[in-house]
């Protein structure tokens, strides 16, 4: 990893590299590519290779279309699971306008753009995701179902863990692509799974995050698996989550830390997640952007429902995980991992950072278990709930100019109206829950 162009292409010569995945992000998570032979690549370096942006959903219109990938070589590295005779190597690519200048767009850019700004403030973001996801049977068609492989729960292993292997591979190959793995583990529901990677700067998180879900699901498929990371495949039992860990840092040093204050925590540190707090409702729209992130998003399966931190318990939103020290972070508990992490991330430093610059002061911590609270309890303690349903997170969205600002105008226009018709078609759509309760009785 962290290859320059030089290196690239000396790489590419002398290890038999015939195949360049030139791999980007759109505005709504998906990962795409463009394919080029390594005889292209010293070309693609210098110029970046020519696409129709047209054809991407939220990029441009057919009167603009033409469109440049150029590579970032720091990303480059091979992909293991191809041919060992004529390798295939990835590179992450950055998005232009035809004629080179930046193209408004580009999710790698927003957040490049954050953490500049961050930079310019003389703060480091850090961030260590940690993500979920569901491994099921596939049908005598290679179709995904959503029939688990196990029966087993948090932390449990072989025989009952029917996943332990495909987990191990999935660990080991994204290892030989640069990862540093934590930890993996089953997780509580039936055939759900764990996997957190080392902490590091914020646009190298989310570059992993991009290529850990293409590898989790390559894997899994070779391994006659259907992966998913859609945030709530099964009924009556816990979602998949990607909390995010996150931390500033100033000259080498963790800003969130304070021996001398109660809980450990800086004035720092509290105004990031006054900040946050802030405005949670409307980055919930990108950080939970899928009709079917709501139904995980509510009570009785370990997700947070309430806007809320504790320096201590895991109930609420956010909270300060043990030990405190150089560690001390943030971990934000509602984002999945449908989501958009290059815009997810560059939201929740922009409302930290927005927290910081207005001195917000943090409303009291809640110690006690969210989840047990009454209506009235509630109602006393002041507590606002997340949105709980996509219209209501892009209403939220729509309102907080902060977001728009992060975003942009192409982006911020570009994905409210394609969420506003996602909604619009689940809403009209009768669903069989309907059926079943209505058609034998009116």
Not at 100 to 127: M, N, W
Request: aromatic share 8%; hydrophobic share 40%; glycine share 6%.
């Amino acid at each position: 990893m962290g290859f320059t162009k030089e290196e690239c292409l000396n790489y590419v010569q002398e290890n038999d590299v015939r195949f360049i995945r030139m791999q980007f992000t759109d505005i709504f998570g998906q990962m795409k590519n463009i394919a080029i032979t390594h005889n292209q690549l010293a070309q693609a370096l210098e110029e970046g290779v020519l696409f129709d942006g047209s054809a991407i959903k939220g990029f441009a219109g057919v009167e603009a279309s033409d469109m440049l990938l150029l590579p970032d070589p720091s990303t480059f590295v091979l992909i293991p699971w191809r041919p060992q005779q004529g390798k295939v190597a990835r590179i992450i690519c950055d998005v232009k306008n035809h004629d080179g200048s930046q193209f408004e767009g580009d999710p790698r850019y927003i957040l490049k753009r954050t953490l500049q700004k961050a930079h310019d403030l003389g703060y480091v973001f850090q961030v260590g995701p940690e993500c979920e996801f569901f491994l099921f049977h596939t049908d005598d068609e290679g179709q995904p179902t959503t029939t688990t492989h196990d029966a087993a729960g948090y932390c449990d292993l072989a025989p009952i863990d029917q996943g332990e292997n495909t987990r191990r591979e999935i660990c080991l190959v994204l290892e030989e692509m640069g990862f540093e793995i934590e930890t993996s583990h089953h997780e509580s529901a039936a055939g759900q799974h764990e996997i957190d990677f080392k902490y590091t700067d914020a646009l190298t998180a989310a570059d992993h995050i991009m290529t850990f879900k293409y590898v989790v699901k390559i894997v899994s498929q070779r391994n006659g698996l259907h992966a998913t990371f859609m945030p709530k495949p099964l009924h009556g039992v816990n979602g998949s989550g990607m909390h995010i860990n996150m931390s500033l840092a100033k000259e080498g040093k963790n800003v969130f830390i304070h021996p001398e204050n109660p809980g450990e925590l800086s004035e720092t540190a509290k105004q990031f997640i006054a900040g946050l707090l802030k405005h949670i409702k409307g980055i919930t729209a990108v950080a939970n952007p899928l009709v079917n992130s709501y139904k995980r998003l509510t009570p009785g399966y370990e997700a947070p429902v309430h806007i809320a931190w504790s320096p201590m318990n895991r109930s609420p939103l956010l909270r300060v995980p043990s030990p405190r020290g150089a560690g001390t972070r943030l971990e934000l508990r509602s984002p999945d991992p449908s989501c958009n992490p290059y815009l997810t991330l560059a939201l929740l430093l922009e409302a930290g950072l927005d927290g910081l610059q207005r001195e917000m002061k943090v409303p009291e911590p809640i110690n006690e278990n969210i989840y047990n609270l009454t209506p009235e309890q509630e109602k006393a303690l002041n507590l606002e709930r997340l949105p709980s349903n996509l219209l209501l997170a892009l209403e939220e969205m729509e309102k907080d100019p902060l977001i728009q600002a992060t975003l942009g105008r192409h982006i911020f226009a570009k994905y409210i109206a394609a969420k506003a018709r996602e909604w619009k078609a689940y809403d009209e759509m009768v669903h069989q829950w309907e059926i079943d309760s209505y058609l034998k009785i009116y």
